[in-house]
């Protein structure tokens, strides 16, 4: 393995952690709408928190596909074809809440719930059937020599993949939640902190599961006996954490460390993978490589280029976006519905 490949393995790691923890809390702020809110006025603050941000924070997911297309294009053609149907939910769930934005704001009042629903509906699918993705992947998938899935049913859904799911989707539910408590003034505002304070104990038993099935499910203790306990301890740590800040009015803080779980859960099932891209649960020997899956030095070279060139004007141009749209939204300020 080339530090080339080992330092797109880890970028491609690096944009799925910054899409979890950006569009992580788009999508609990998308289900926030027809869990949290009570009025029609509340549901227009709650996604004004994320109106001017929400598809810059996508291209996190887009420029993570692309990266894993250039760099290991074995592991992106035996992904997107083994995992087609769920990737497509997966898609049907980015197109319908990407449109929900688009055509409430242009829809009568009377005609707004339809696209708060499939804002709620899409923000539900994505971050659940993310989860069952990368759990079913780090069970191992049946793959033969040439990286070709024969997957069935209950590969894709079992126990842990579910779990997963809900558990990916539950991280992302409060993660918008602390940001609402971040981002918002008045009575949605302590209401996002009471049910975040409710909901953190449900999260400690779903944690607990997903660490029991993760030790008898896969092979990451017994080839990753250090990080893999750690990383665990990070994630319950950092739980504990923002639990304890959504208690103390630390919002901020609450909000930071919810989105850190979600990048150490990240970090998590990439190393945990290590020194793998996909795993066979028929046969080691078909399993995905990083040294054997990747596109060639030269290519590597010209990307790690272009990559270190571009990233910086990226990451100004997103922590810019974030300092201008910095202010809270105030349920009195919402065109309509001044007092």
Request: glycine share 8%; hydrophobic share 50%.
């Amino acid at each position: 393995m080339s530090s080339l490949q080992l330092f797109w393995f880890i970028l491609i790691g690096v944009l799925f952690a910054g899409f979890f923890f950006l569009e992580g809390f788009d999508f609990g702020v998308g289900m926030s709408v027809q869990t949290l809110t009570k009025n029609d006025q509340e549901k227009d603050q709650v996604v004004q928190t994320i109106g001017p941000v929400w598809d810059g924070n996508e291209v996190w997911l887009i420029s993570a596909g692309g990266a894993m297309f250039a760099s290991f294009p074995m592991w992106y053609a035996s992904l997107f074809s083994g995992y087609y149907l769920i990737l497509f939910l997966i898609l049907f769930g980015l197109i319908i809440r990407g449109v929900s934005f688009e055509f409430r704001s242009g829809m009568p009042e009377e005609r707004k719930w339809i696209w708060n629903w499939t804002l709620s509906v899409g923000s539900f699918i994505v971050p659940f059937f993310f989860g069952i993705l990368f759990i079913s992947m780090i069970q191992g998938m049946p793959m033969d020599s040439n990286g070709d899935m024969m997957a069935q049913f209950t590969d894709y859904i079992n126990l842990f993949s579910v779990v997963g799911g809900i558990a990916l989707t539950l991280l992302c539910y409060l993660h918008g939640l602390n940001y609402i408590s971040l981002k918002t003034t008045g009575p949605i505002r302590e209401r996002a902190k009471k049910y975040a304070q409710t909901l953190y104990w449900v999260l400690y038993v779903g944690l607990a599961v997903f660490a029991v099935l993760l030790y008898f499910q896969t092979d990451f203790f017994t080839l990753h006996p250090v990080s893999t306990p750690i990383l665990l301890v990070a994630m319950i740590l950092l739980t504990v954490i923002a639990n304890y800040c959504s208690y103390a009015n630390k919002e901020f803080v609450a909000f930071l460390t919810s989105g850190l779980t979600l990048v150490t859960l990240v970090g998590l099932l990439f190393t945990g993978m290590f020194p793998r891209v996909l795993i066979s649960s028929t046969n080691s020997a078909n399993n995905l490589l990083i040294a054997n899956a990747s596109s060639s030095p030269y290519t590597l070279k010209i990307m790690s280029y272009t990559a270190i060139g571009l990233l910086p004007f990226i990451l100004a141009y997103i922590a810019w976006t974030y300092y201008i749209f910095r202010k809270r939204v105030k349920h009195t300020e919402i065109a309509g519905y001044g007092e």
